[in-house]
């Protein structure tokens, strides 16, 4: 389900953000098969509850929480839940988000100073190996149903067998599955919050400098927090040119208390916001000169240049906070002055 976007696929620029929450196969026992590729764009899809058995014309991957994979424009893929005893499951509910972007593809961010080493290291990318269905159902035996995302709308085919009939392939446009727990975390080891952008897994390059058509941003657990005596760890009060929707895979997020596991959060662009008070407050009256190891949770980003429209289901659902704005009751003046 769509909740926010911005700008047009047919234009192959912008991006488009959804939810997923589903409990039935799209491949099954009963020889009912559905498929989709998509024509807008690709997706980048992060489970945040149950594994996916990830089936696509060029191998098939298993996608767990704390991972995520990447699906390209064009590519046929299905989704499946996968459970313990290594079958498609249906008497579960997996969960998620995905980023769509309609122009460019994913790659990783130029690491700068940095140098040549850190944060998503190429070597740590899996992808498929080549596995083409070999199920002999006949069309009368078999339903294979694909379907398109072609201009924001869907359309379907019928097919008299598998799309997954790929025996072979060479060439580097392929889906592929990243594990966050092996990101190499850059952070402050003296004082302040780094700009988030430290944290970039993903990047879409824009063709305005200094922004991204849409980045994927992690904050990771197990990081080392700032030590300086002064310091406020949390991220400060700000407005951004671009656009921020935050997500938690697991545990909480510093910076709101009230955040919970399968949440999201927008603050569009320039749209001032920052910690509630209690977050702000814990991280005021923390002493900060002794390093600290930040295991709360895992959390992350995708951000973007573009202004993001919310959808009508993001707007009316029952789930909606509608008084977030009261996280920040209670915030008073605390700036002194020169004395």
């Known amino acids: 389900t769509m909740v926010a976007s911005g700008d047009d696929p047919g234009q192959k620029n912008g991006i488009a953000i959804h939810i997923y929450s589903f409990n039935a196969n799209m491949r099954n026992a009963t020889q009912n098969n559905q498929y989709m590729y998509n024509s807008d764009g690709d997706f980048l899809i992060v489970p945040q509850l149950e594994r996916l058995h990830v089936e696509t014309e060029l191998g098939t991957m298993v996608v767990h929480p704390q991972e995520f994979c990447v699906i390209p424009r064009g590519i046929v893929f299905s989704v499946n839940i996968y459970n313990d005893d290594h079958k498609a499951s249906e008497s579960v509910t997996a969960r998620g988000y995905i980023l769509e972007v309609f122009g460019g593809h994913f790659h990783l961010p130029e690491l700068g100073p940095i140098g040549s080493n850190g944060l998503a290291n190429a070597r740590d990318f899996y992808i498929p190996t080549a596995r083409f269905d070999q199920r002999k159902e006949s069309a009368n035996e078999a339903t294979h149903?694909?379907?398109?995302?072609?201009?924001?709308?869907?359309?379907?085919?019928?097919?008299?067998?598998?799309?997954?009939?790929?025996?072979?392939?060479?060439?580097?446009?392929?889906?592929?599955?990243?594990?966050?727990?092996?990101?190499?975390?850059?952070?402050?080891?003296?004082?302040?919050?780094?700009?988030?952008?430290?944290?970039?897994?993903?990047?879409?390059?824009?063709?305005?400098?200094?922004?991204?058509?849409?980045?994927?941003?992690?904050?990771?657990?197990?990081?080392?927090?700032?030590?300086?005596?002064?310091?406020?760890?949390?991220?400060?009060?700000?407005?951004?040119?671009?656009?921020?929707?935050?997500?938690?895979?697991?545990?909480?997020?510093?910076?709101?208390?009230?955040?919970?596991?399968?949440?999201?959060?927008?603050?569009?662009?320039?749209?001032?916001?920052?910690?509630?008070?209690?977050?702000?407050?814990?991280?005021?009256?923390?002493?900060?000169?002794?390093?600290?190891?930040?295991?709360?949770?895992?959390?992350?980003?995708?951000?973007?240049?573009?202004?993001?429209?919310?959808?009508?289901?993001?707007?009316?659902?029952?789930?909606?906070?509608?008084?977030?704005?009261?996280?920040?009751?209670?915030?008073?003046?605390?700036?002194?002055?020169?004395?």
Not at 199 to 224: C, K, M, Q
Not at 266 to 272: F, W
Not at 316 to 337: H, I, M, N, V
């Open 145 to 339: 149903t694909i379907f398109n995302k072609f201009g924001n709308a869907i359309f379907t085919r019928q097919s008299p067998h598998s799309p997954f009939n790929v025996v072979a392939w060479h060439g580097n446009y392929v889906p592929f599955k990243y594990n966050l727990n092996h990101f190499c975390c850059i952070n402050s080891v003296t004082y302040d919050h780094p700009d988030p952008s430290i944290y970039t897994v993903l990047t879409v390059p824009s063709t305005e400098v200094g922004t991204a058509l849409a980045d994927f941003v992690v904050f990771p657990a197990n990081r080392v927090m700032a030590t300086d005596a002064n310091t406020f760890r949390p991220p400060w009060f700000h407005r951004n040119c671009m656009s921020e929707f935050m997500g938690l895979i697991s545990g909480s997020y510093d910076a709101k208390t009230e955040f919970v596991p399968g949440g999201c959060s927008l603050h569009n662009c320039m749209t001032a916001h920052g910690p509630d008070t209690d977050s702000f407050m814990k991280a005021t009256e923390k002493d900060c000169s002794l390093p600290e190891r930040f295991n709360g949770g895992l959390a992350f980003m995708f951000e973007t240049k573009c202004i993001l429209k919310v959808s009508k289901f993001a707007l009316g659902c029952k789930e909606r906070e509608r008084d977030y704005a009261t996280c920040w009751d209670g915030l008073e003046d605390s700036f002194s002055g020169r004395k």
